[in-house]
């Protein structure tokens, strides 16, 4: 055969390989994705707080959290491919029970989330499995000199995994307003015209179709060789790089392997702990520099900035669009530029782009400003900040200890996502509560009343509502209610001098005035200026301790921490 037809079948393969296996990361993405379209709808339904919202949110990270352990034993156990095809029976489960909780309870609201965040877990756990096992098997099968390219394959997955998720989940909104009449922010008493239920329902399709590819994958060459299967390593190895990097991999390999089967405490010895530290502090500043936080609330953060619903759900689309593109340069550049530049340029870049985030925010500007900014925020993230953590946490450790030590960073990985997840909507609130805009709109007196009616509706016998500077689709935060339920965050659909009238959805307890009372439009830009103090930390460690991984195969890297 011609060598340069069969230079291109081999990388034919192992892109096919690597394309395959990174369909873990597009359940992950998807999974994760869906529930930014469909918490807002959960939040209706279900009447939750600010607390139970962001625990709705981030209840599958969770599972995520315990998954990797689960997945470091299943990876050395019985091989990172059966791992995979055990995370896809885990997220069918999930996919099909979190569109039907209520069914499997009393109904009521407390124990349909119940069941909902305990499938959510589920889910996770399968999401989880997947975080371990797919970027660990395309970074062992890739041929070092494109493994960069191969492994960000994964996530570019997670991006078109987060964009088809609120694709799908406009498509879902659309058939059911044009087909059956559903009304945006009317809530359809059957329950098989709710929206969300059929977001859910939709990945077990994509579950599916993941599990008919995986079938045919071949095993991981260095699982393979973990097991004293040699020959088929060598096969594997020989399929995606060639006769002559495959007999030099596999003596690495053999030397690699003669070491001592690697303990937990391993990871512990002077060399690999400083390895773990760099894949912890990769994982955080994966989440932690201000993209991973937000997305699961774009359209929340849509309809803060004035957007309706349904363009809310599809400029999210929009949004992961711009970071799939980005993604795609990454995966051209990150093996010839390196990766050390790439993270610094990208986290210089995140650190401006959050700062000015804020300050829209903070000024209220609506419309197409903000889709542009947060279409911006994906740049940074998509270059460098959210698929270099994936890649390089299976690059640096030794074969003998790959599995333990991508699950423990894996899990940092996963508890930095879970804190961000459920803390954001509370640095929001808190923000919304402790700054105000740059309107400075607030009222504050014990003439303040909460009227229990359709729509509901808060009253001041003052008057001095328009005044003030109250405007219709603000977000009014209210403080000093007697009644719990009557302090948070509402949309307000419409203004008068002695009354602001709420949005549909919005439920209050009878409350009459004499509490000392504040309403006020707060600000939610202070989070965004957090996340650039963050990017601002990423940068000295892009310039300090992270490594250069470029070209060098796994066995050189695993060996160098010595």
């Not at 009449?181 to 008493?189: D, K, Q, S, Y």
């Not at 994936?390 to 804190?419: C, D, G």
Request: charged content about 15%.
């Amino acid at each position: 055969m011609n060598p340069s037809v069969e230079i291109s079948r081999r990388s034919l393969f192992a892109f096919r390989i690597a394309f395959i296996a990174a369909i873990g990361g597009f359940l992950f993405g998807f999974d994760l994705g869906m529930i930014g379209a469909a918490n807002i709808y959960l939040r209706e339904q279900f009447h939750l707080s600010n607390v139970q919202f962001g625990f709705a949110t981030a209840s599958a990270v969770l599972g995520c959290v315990f998954g990797p352990f689960v997945g470091s034993w299943l990876c050395d156990a019985i091989g990172r491919k059966r791992t995979m095809l055990i995370a896809a029976v885990l997220l069918a489960v999930s996919a099909i029970f979190t569109a039907i909780p209520d069914f499997l309870c009393d109904g009521s609201d407390d124990q349909t989330m119940l069941v909902f965040n305990i499938f959510r877990f589920i889910g996770g756990l399968g999401v989880g499995l997947c975080s371990i096992a797919s970027p660990m098997y395309i970074a062992e099968i890739a041929p070092p000199a494109r493994r960069g390219g191969l492994g960000m394959m994964y996530q570019l997955a997670i991006v078109v995994g987060h964009a088809v998720a609120p694709l799908i989940a406009f498509v879902v909104i659309k058939i059911l307003s044009l087909g059956f009449g559903v009304t945006e922010g009317v809530i359809p008493e059957s329950p098989w015209l709710q929206a969300w239920r059929w977001m859910f329902f939709s990945e077990t399709v994509c579950v599916m179709i993941f599990v008919s590819f995986v079938v045919g994958l071949p095993f991981s060459p260095r699982w393979l060789a973990e097991k004293g299967n040699f020959d088929k390593a060598k096969e594997v190895l020989v399929s995606v790089d060639g006769p002559e990097h495959a007999e030099q991999e596999i003596v690495e390999i053999r030397s690699g392997l003669q070491q001592q089967a690697g303990s937990w405490w391993d990871l512990f010895r002077p060399g690999l702990r400083y390895a773990l530290l760099i894949g912890v502090l990769l994982a955080f500043f994966n989440n932690w520099t201000g993209w991973s936080v937000i997305g699961g609330y774009i359209p929340r953060l849509f309809e803060l900035s004035g957007f309706d619903r349904e363009s809310a759900i599809g400029n999210f689309v929009a949004v992961y669009g711009a970071m799939g593109l980005m993604t795609l340069v990454s995966l051209l550049l990150l093996d010839r530029v390196g990766r050390r530049p790439l993270w610094i340029v990208a986290s210089l870049a995140m650190a401006a782009i959050t700062g000015v985030t804020g300050y829209l925010f903070h000024q209220e500007v609506t419309g197409w400003p903000v889709l542009i900014i947060l279409i911006l925020v994906t740049v940074p993230h998509g270059l460098a900040l959210g698929g270099l953590p994936w890649l390089m946490m299976s690059e640096l450790f030794p074969t003998n200890l790959r599995a333990k030590a991508v699950s423990i960073t894996t899990t940092m990985l996963w508890i930095f996502i879970f804190s961000g997840a459920y803390l954001f909507p509370l640095l929001t609130g808190s923000a919304q509560e402790h700054f105000l805009t740059a309107r400075k709109v607030q009222v504050s007196g014990k003439k303040i009343a909460f009227v229990e009616s359709e729509p509901a509706h808060i009253e001041n016998q003052v008057g001095d509502f328009e005044k003030a500077g109250f405007r219709p689709l603000d977000q009014v935060t209210v403080l000093g209610a007697t009644a719990a339920g009557n302090n948070g965050t509402f949309v307000i659909s419409e203004v008068k001098p002695h009354q602001l009238v709420l949005g549909p959805s919005v439920r209050l307890t009878a409350e009459p005035a004499g509490a000392e009372v504040t309403l006020q439009i707060g600000s939610v830009g202070p989070p965004f200026w957090l996340f650039s103090g963050i990017c601002i930390l990423s940068v000295l460690f892009g310039l300090t301790i992270m490594p250069e991984t470029k070209g060098r195969t796994l066995e050189e890297i695993g060996t160098s921490w010595k």
